[in-house]
């Protein structure tokens, strides 16, 4: 049964996915969620799971590889750092990535971002990390950044496609429907650029009330659903380098 699910949904989801060519025409913007060790780094902490790894891997590289270009570029990204108080737990989750330790870090190959002057850092103590940008002041530190930057396209990686890249995607796309995101047009998730967590159904029978989460499917539905509400989804990014100035 779930075979055949994924199957459908592969099918589905190949069926529209696309490449993307980013040649610096249209303002552009990255963002990143969540790339932490508090969900990526093995034995970082409760929600570090020990996930089939290649997929991990993949979406690292290619993060790496995209912010690189978005940095010599000077082109503007973001990234959402998943911040808790200790003393706040965020249900239903067990305590994860607690601010000031090195879980709620970017992973060690992406540290170099904070340097980088076309990076903005943002703490975010909630899964959406649309909600998380909001200030006491109820000013929306992701919002200024997409119209400071005149940014009209979002180009999204991160952990998990089901939960917090998806939860921000839905945001970004609602808030732009009603004409808070001015003047941004596209939300484009990149398939490659995300990874979620592994809780096979099996394994999650033995444990006393755990839900499966079986990586693949799960990674499927997430991007399947951020599709239905509006989000573009590609399978690779590359860059024309020949349109530059
Ligand atoms: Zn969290």
Redesign the pocket.
């Known amino acids: 049964m779930v075979s055949q699910t994924l199957h459908l949904l592969n099918n589905e989801l190949s069926g529209e996915q696309k490449s993307l060519v980013l040649s610096g025409d249209v303002m552009t913007g990255l963002v990143l969620v969540d790339i932490v060790n508090g969900f990526r780094t093995v034995g970082a902490g409760n929600l570090a799971q020990e996930c089939p790894i290649n997929k991990f891997l993949e979406l690292i590289d290619e993060t790496v590889r995209l912010a690189k270009v978005f940095c010599e570029k000077k082109w503007p990204v973001f990234a959402f750092l ?1 911040s ?1 108080h200790p003393d706040i737990p ?1 249900h239903p ?1 067990p305590p ?2 607690i601010a000031g330790t090195n879980e709620s870090k970017l992973v060690p190959s992406l540290q170099w971002l904070e340097n980088e002057p076309n990076a903005t850092i943002r703490c975010k103590a909630c ?1 959406d990390g649309f909600l998380g940008s909001i200030e006491k002041d109820g000013s929306n530190d992701f919002v200024e950044w997409v119209k400071t930057n005149q940014i009209k396209v979002i180009l999204v990686v991160g952990i998990c496609p089901d939960i917090c890249v998806l939860d921000f995607v839905c945001s970004a796309l609602s808030a732009r429907n009603y004409g808070f995101l001015i003047p941004l047009e596209d939300v484009i998730v990149y398939s490659r650029g995300c990874a979620t967590f592994d809780l096979p159904v099996h394994v999650a029978r033995t444990i006393k009330g755990a839900t499966a989460h079986p990586q693949e499917l799960m990674h499927h539905i997430g991007l399947y659903m951020a599709r239905g509400r509006g989000a573009k989804v590609v399978s690779e990014v590359s860059f024309d380098m020949l349109l530059e100035p």
């Open positions: 998943d808790h965020e989750y994860h990535c899964i």
